[in-house]
């Protein structure tokens, strides 16, 4: 079956984060009728292995399977057929193009062993670390992803060593308070007032980060249900995003001090909560000047504080994303969102030459 054909199936059943079972069941399926020996971890994760020696390192490919929860809008034939779900951010693509990439190189004799990883719920960055301790080989040396791009130009694939994409956190703010009426207000502890100095708090907080970059953004605030009580409970949303772990943690620990420090201004009780999250993508130098200098991927690519959770790939061998150009399109995360069937091809290549490339070579 081609990359074009494969892509064209999967758009049509997205399947949300953790959900993926029909997903998970194609590319299972896909890869026994290449030859291979799939192993389904996770519920909905899948991975096969190229074994061309038994003392041999590994090399790790990774793509994504997950869909998000938005009503499909694009003009495209094959449009989803699961209603409120859409394949908005290009995870058809990804797998179309590395199931092809296994049949491409299945029965070759290379320089190293790979493990081909379709890993599921990247959206909302749980799926790496839930699969990872099932999916990384003994001897790894390399782990590689591919994520299409808007706005990239057609075909051109992108990088840069370093910080590529953000952390990603999402932060639970509460404030625990006591109600009373609004005139005597003296007699209760304000939650709302609480949750609105905390959220006030926050440029002071970024502005104190070495990391221009870094985001700090409160996204909602819930508290209150009638006009004349002081409220005894407040909810705050917020994400953080950094370039490094260290202003990473650094907001977290700053964000605990204020919150606790506000609380008892107020006579409130504050509780913090993290969840999901990820550490920033980070690109090895010498990965990325090889792909430079031999591969001819450009290496300006201008770091995102979108976040991606192949960054936990990162901490069992040097790793490294490539964008790959899908030219003028909507944006990732938009209802019209696609990618130009001629990109497929494009990006099974390039997965296939860094796939029998000699990494071993190249890294300490």
Same mark, same amino acid.
């Given at each position: ?23 998970? =069941? ?14 389904? !971890?996770?519920? /909905? ?58 049949? /491409? ?11 081909? !990883? ?12 839930? #699969? ?21 130009? +057609? ?22 308070? =006591? ?37 700090? +953004? ?11 009580? !002081? ?7 917020? /994400?953080?995003? /950094?370039?490094?772990?260290?202003q990473r943690n650094d907001i977290k620990d700053k964000l605990l001090k204020t919150a606790n420090s #506000? ?26 000047n090889t792909l430079a200098n031999e591969f001819g991927i450009k290496d300006n690519a201008t770091s ?5 959770? +192949? ?54």
């Amino acid at each position: 079956m081609s990359v074009i054909e494969h892509y064209k199936n999967l758009h049509k059943i997205p399947e949300i984060s953790e959900k993926e079972f029909e997903t998970s =069941k194609y590319i299972y399926n896909a890869l026994k009728s290449i030859g291979y020996s799939p192993v389904i !971890v996770g519920d /909905t994760g899948v991975y096969a292995d190229l074994i061309c020696g038994d003392n041999l390192p590994w090399v790790l490919l990774r793509a994504d399977i997950d869909a998000l929860p938005i009503t499909e809008g694009s003009e495209v034939e094959f449009t989803s057929q699961n209603a409120g779900v859409m394949h908005a951010c290009g995870h058809d693509a990804h797998t179309a193009m590395l199931l092809n990439t296994a049949k /491409t190189l299945y029965g070759q004799a290379i320089h190293h062993n790979i493990r081909f !990883v379709w890993q599921p719920a990247e959206e909302p960055t749980t799926g790496a670390i839930k #699969i990872i301790n099932d999916v990384i080989p003994h001897n790894l040396i390399a782990c590689f992803a591919m994520h299409v791009w808007p706005q990239v130009p +057609f075909g051109t694939a992108v990088t840069k060593s370093g910080a590529l994409m953000a952390s990603s956190d999402f932060a639970k703010i509460r404030f625990y308070g =006591k109600s009373s009426h609004c005139s005597q207000q003296e007699k209760g502890n304000n939650a709302l007032l609480s949750a609105v100095d905390m959220v006030s708090s926050f440029k002071e907080i970024k502005d104190s980060i070495a990391d221009d970059n870094a985001l700090l +953004f409160c996204g909602s605030i819930h508290s209150g249900v009638v006009h004349n009580i !002081v409220p005894d409970f407040s909810e705050i949303f917020a /994400t953080i995003r /950094t370039y490094s772990e260290a202003q990473r943690n650094d907001i977290k620990d700053k964000l605990l001090k204020t919150a606790n420090s #506000i609380a008892a201004i107020y006579g409130t009780k504050a509780n913090l909560e993290f969840e999901g999250g990820c550490p920033p993508v980070y690109n090895d130098e010498n990965i990325v000047n090889t792909l430079a200098n031999e591969f001819g991927i450009k290496d300006n690519a201008t770091s995102t504080l979108a976040g991606e959770d +192949f960054s936990y790939f990162g901490k069992y061998a040097p790793s490294c994303m490539i964008w790959l150009g899908i030219g003028d399109t909507p944006p990732l995360h938009n209802e019209k969102f696609y990618v130009p069937l001629d990109v497929l091809d494009i990006g099974v290549k390039l997965w296939t030459k860094i796939a029998t490339y000699n990494w071993e070579d190249k890294l300490p």
